[in-house]
């Protein structure tokens, strides 16, 4: 049987412990204040670090400011001279001195040539071919280019017995780039160059095959072009959107997302400026592209503040905005 200590005994231990605290305590302390001490040096280490750090971010950000604009100014060069200025303003010098570059203002009807091409679309036969066939502008032509539309488009063309309309089949479309946006933003080149290099007419409508001209439209761009001595003719445009809505979106002046070749027309001698898939590149359609490669040179543009044009976006495509959602229309 264990004999329980007595009170004197539980004295004497207690005692003997706090002794042993109170001569742990300094040493406790000691190595806390050392603790402390390094802590302290380490917060240093750290704070000084922190502000390298801030200081490098600083320097970066520098850095990347400064090689940003660099790219744009960079970026900008290479836009300008892939649009070949000086080689515009010759063109349309050299265009404007040819003893018949008055007769598109002066001739009592000249011949306005339509140029379309296309991949096929039905809507070639349901609504671009009869709007611009029933205009009220007798003198005209048809230029339409199938890019890898295969040649049945030339056999319906040709059942139609028109001898307004031409056809030139260039095979199969040979896609150049795997990016959609690249496709659609230039995807028109070849056809629109193709159908305009047979072109016979003093002024030139790049027009789409899936697109509607109303039955006046030629007739008063070809006013205005004479009323203004316009080199370029265009008017407003009816948007028909794919939830319903529709939407008028050209401006004057022109700018990117309010302007439309499909209800304007240019002066012949202007055939010079073609499309350029480099476009592409820089992210803009190939019809502004067009567009403002000559407003640069010096080209003349006059504006109907008239609906004479609808066009269809699908909603398919990468390159439309809707007007008023921070862009406009474009088309290629």
Not at 27 to 47: H, K, S, W, Y
Not at 262 to 273: E, I, Q, S, V
Not at 309 to 321: E, F, K, M, T
């Amino acid at each position: 049987m264990t004999r329980r200590a007595g009170p004197m005994a539980r004295f004497r231990d207690a005692y003997r412990a706090i002794g042993r605290v109170d001569r742990a305590v300094p040493e406790v302390v000691t190595r806390i204040e050392a603790l402390a001490g390094r802590v302290d040096a380490l917060a240093g280490r750290v704070g000084k670090l922190v502000e390298r750090v801030e200081s490098l971010e600083a320097r970066s950000k520098q850095e990347a400011e400064a090689s940003g604009g660099a790219l744009v100014e960079v970026r900008a060069v290479l836009r300008t001279l892939a649009a070949d200025e000086p080689g515009n303003r010759r063109c349309l010098h050299s265009a404007r001195e040819h003893p018949d570059y008055e007769l598109a203002w002066t001739e009592d009807d000249p011949l306005i040539t339509v140029t379309i091409p296309t991949i096929g679309r039905r809507e070639l036969f349901e609504r671009a071919l009869p709007s611009i066939l029933g205009q009220t502008y007798a003198s005209l032509e048809v230029v339409v280019a199938g890019d890898g539309a295969g040649p049945e488009i030339g056999d319906r063309l040709r059942m139609l017995g028109d001898d307004r309309i031409r056809f030139v089949d260039l095979g199969p479309r040979l896609p150049w780039s795997e990016s959609e946006e690249k496709l659609w933003l230039v995807g028109a080149t070849r056809g629109r160059n193709a159908a305009t290099r047979l072109a016979r007419g003093r002024w030139l409508v790049p027009f789409d095959d899936d697109d509607t001209m109303r039955p006046d439209c030629l007739e008063k761009l070809l006013e205005l072009a004479r009323a203004r001595r316009a080199e370029v003719a265009y008017a407003q445009a009816l948007a028909h959107l794919p939830d319903g809505s529709t939407s008028e979106f050209c401006d004057f002046p022109p700018r990117l997302g309010r302007f439309t070749w499909a209800a304007g027309m240019h002066h012949a001698g202007l055939a010079c400026f073609e499309r350029e898939l480099v476009a592409a590149e820089f992210g803009i359609p190939g019809d502004w592209w067009l567009a403002e490669r000559m407003l640069r040179a010096g080209a003349r543009f006059a504006m109907r503040e008239e609906v004479l044009c609808d066009v269809y976006p699908s909603g398919r495509n990468p390159g439309w905005v809707p007007p008023g959602a921070g862009g406009g229309a474009t088309t290629r």
